[in-house]
């Protein structure tokens, strides 16, 4: 449930009218529900039958530091995968106990970053990874806290640029032989110290099935690890429940909790768990200005630099007209003024729309902005949070000097 609702027929987020924060920020900008967000949280929060839980938003999903701040209070540790988004996170004073590194590519200077600032653990997807992390460990004389993100193997459906947990994916270690020697090179290296293993089997997962298929891996790849005389702090069933984007009926936060505590009712290990777009997804939408009407076309202000998630994936967005008053409707395909064929925001929706009418391009929290763009030279739009009946800027629009800010001529 979100709090993106008609009043009188207007859109509103919370008790701000989209229509009103259009023509006071303008547009494209991307609006985040607070209500919305702590709102997520909770429902993993409360989902949990015990304390021993830890819930890491995942940033990548929406890196926002009002939003991090928001998630933090809610009670929410955070899952990062770079240096960046560790400082967004100890920008808001993010409890490194509660951040997990995750990622294939960690450079040198953003593990030393991390170690330096004692993150829960870094978890690692290559042998070569935990080589450097202990070697730059060892430099700086402490004991890096890792887990191994394993693969568990498991098909969790959905498309397959987020597909993460089949052999040949690029992410985790497939071969178990390799997970257990790398655990007996941690259990004996004097600047390593395994806490927990982890798998993140894809994104937009609509059934529990895979879930609990990777959670029964985990266990017995658990009790292998114990066996070789390491104790675990905690096992990382990483994120990717599905959301409703369209018809879609995910399973909700609470059904996902009671299949995993279902498989670990006998550890004792705490259970991690790394939502994103079911914490922001819903909590956000982009509000785009229809600029012309052409054939069937809809041609709407923001672009694929703006949300790139339809020419990426080919994902459908529900988009909504703000006024909900608008008569004539028809098949419209929504596209933005960027030069690519590949630039549309949603083919083919049934829709009231004319000139100069506010959309709102629904379910866009999540990889929306944080995958925004500079392309065609179009400055990133705004991001505006609502809180009751207030509306806040927490990222300004970027100007035209903004865009070549950063830019030198050879001979200057
Ligand atoms: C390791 C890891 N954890 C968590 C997430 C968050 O996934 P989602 O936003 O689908 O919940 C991702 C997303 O790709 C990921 O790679």
Same mark, same amino acid.
């Given at each position: 449930?979100?709090?993106?609702?008609?009043? %009188?027929?207007?859109?509103?987020? $919370?008790?701000?009218?989209?229509?009103? *924060? +259009?023509?006071?920020? !303008?547009?494209?900008?991307? @609006?985040?529900?607070?209500?919305?967000?702590?709102?997520?949280?909770?429902?993993?929060?409360?989902?949990?039958?015990?304390?021993?839980?830890?819930?890491?938003?995942?940033?990548?999903?929406?890196?926002?530091?009002?939003?991090?701040?928001?998630?933090?209070?809610?009670?929410?540790?955070?899952?990062?995968?770079?240096?960046?988004?560790?400082?967004?996170?100890?920008?808001?004073?993010?409890?490194?106990?509660?951040?997990?590194?995750?990622?294939?590519?960690?450079?040198?200077?953003?593990?030393?970053?991390?170690?330096?600032?004692?993150?829960?653990?870094? %978890?690692?997807?290559?042998?070569? $990874?935990?080589?450097?992390?202990?070697? *730059? +460990?060892?430099?700086? !004389?402490?004991?890096?806290? @890792?887990?191994?993100?394993?693969?568990?193997?498991?098909?969790?459906?959905?498309?397959?640029?987020?597909?993460?947990?089949?052999?040949?994916?690029?992410?985790?270690?497939?071969?178990?032989?390799?997970?257990?020697?790398?655990?007996?090179?941690?259990?004996?290296?004097?600047?390593?110290?395994?806490?927990?293993?982890?798998?993140?089997?894809?994104?937009?997962?609509?059934?529990?099935?895979?879930?609990?298929?990777?959670?029964?891996?985990?266990?017995?790849?658990?009790?292998?690890?114990?066996?070789?005389?390491?104790?675990?702090?905690?096992?990382?069933?990483?994120?990717?429940?599905?959301?409703?984007?369209?018809?879609?009926?995910?399973?909700?936060?609470?059904?996902?909790?009671?299949?995993?505590?279902?498989?670990?009712?006998?550890?004792?290990?705490?259970?991690?768990?790394?939502?994103?777009?079911?914490?922001?997804?819903?909590?956000?939408?982009?509000?785009?200005?229809?600029?012309?009407?052409?054939?069937?076309?809809?041609?709407?202000?923001?672009?694929?630099?703006?949300?790139?998630?339809?020419?990426?994936?080919?994902?459908?967005?529900?988009?909504?007209?703000?006024?909900?008053?608008?008569?004539?409707?028809?098949?419209?395909?929504?596209?933005?003024?960027?030069?690519?064929?590949?630039?549309?925001?949603?083919?083919?929706?049934?829709?009231?729309?004319?000139?100069?009418?506010?959309?709102?391009?629904?379910?866009?929290?999540?990889?929306?902005?944080?995958?925004?763009?500079?392309?065609?030279?179009?400055?990133?739009?705004?991001?505006?949070?609502?809180?009751?009946?207030?509306?806040?800027?927490?990222?300004?629009?970027?100007?035209?000097?903004?865009?070549?800010?950063?830019?030198?001529?050879?001979?200057?």
């Amino acid at each position: 449930m979100d709090y993106f609702q008609y009043k %009188n027929n207007r859109l509103f987020c $919370e008790d701000v009218s989209l229509d009103q *924060i +259009a023509e006071t920020h !303008g547009t494209p900008s991307y @609006v985040y529900s607070k209500k919305t967000l702590e709102r997520h949280a909770k429902a993993y929060l409360d989902s949990f039958s015990s304390e021993n839980n830890l819930v890491c938003f995942s940033v990548k999903s929406c890196s926002n530091i009002a939003i991090l701040e928001i998630l933090k209070k809610a009670g929410c540790g955070f899952d990062i995968v770079s240096g960046g988004e560790l400082k967004r996170a100890l920008s808001i004073g993010a409890d490194p106990s509660k951040i997990i590194f995750s990622g294939v590519g960690k450079s040198k200077g953003e593990i030393e970053y991390a170690i330096k600032n004692k993150i829960l653990s870094f %978890n690692i997807e290559s042998g070569s $990874e935990l080589t450097r992390i202990e070697g *730059i +460990a060892k430099k700086l !004389g402490i004991k890096a806290s @890792v887990s191994i993100r394993f693969n568990p193997e498991v098909d969790s459906g959905g498309h397959d640029y987020i597909t993460t947990g089949r052999k040949g994916d690029k992410f985790g270690i497939s071969s178990l032989n390799e997970v257990m020697q790398l655990v007996g090179h941690i259990r004996d290296s004097e600047n390593l110290m395994m806490v927990g293993l982890a798998c993140h089997i894809g994104s937009q997962i609509l059934n529990l099935d895979s879930y609990k298929a990777a959670a029964l891996k985990t266990i017995e790849l658990a009790d292998q690890v114990n066996n070789l005389g390491v104790k675990l702090e905690f096992l990382d069933m990483g994120g990717g429940l599905g959301v409703p984007y369209n018809n879609e009926v995910p399973p909700n936060p609470r059904e996902l909790v009671e299949v995993l505590e279902s498989v670990m009712k006998e550890r004792k290990e705490v259970i991690v768990l790394e939502p994103g777009r079911t914490i922001s997804a819903n909590a956000g939408v982009l509000l785009t200005s229809v600029e012309y009407l052409k054939d069937d076309f809809l041609i709407v202000d923001a672009g694929m630099n703006d949300l790139l998630r339809p020419s990426l994936y080919g994902a459908d967005h529900d988009v909504w007209n703000t006024n909900n008053n608008i008569k004539k409707s028809k098949n419209w395909n929504i596209v933005g003024p960027v030069c690519e064929s590949s630039d549309f925001i949603r083919k083919d929706i049934f829709l009231s729309a004319n000139e100069g009418d506010v959309l709102a391009v629904r379910t866009a929290g999540a990889y929306g902005f944080v995958m925004s763009s500079n392309y065609n030279s179009r400055p990133r739009g705004a991001e505006i949070l609502v809180d009751g009946d207030k509306a806040h800027v927490i990222r300004s629009r970027e100007t035209l000097e903004d865009l070549i800010a950063l830019e030198r001529l050879p001979n200057d």
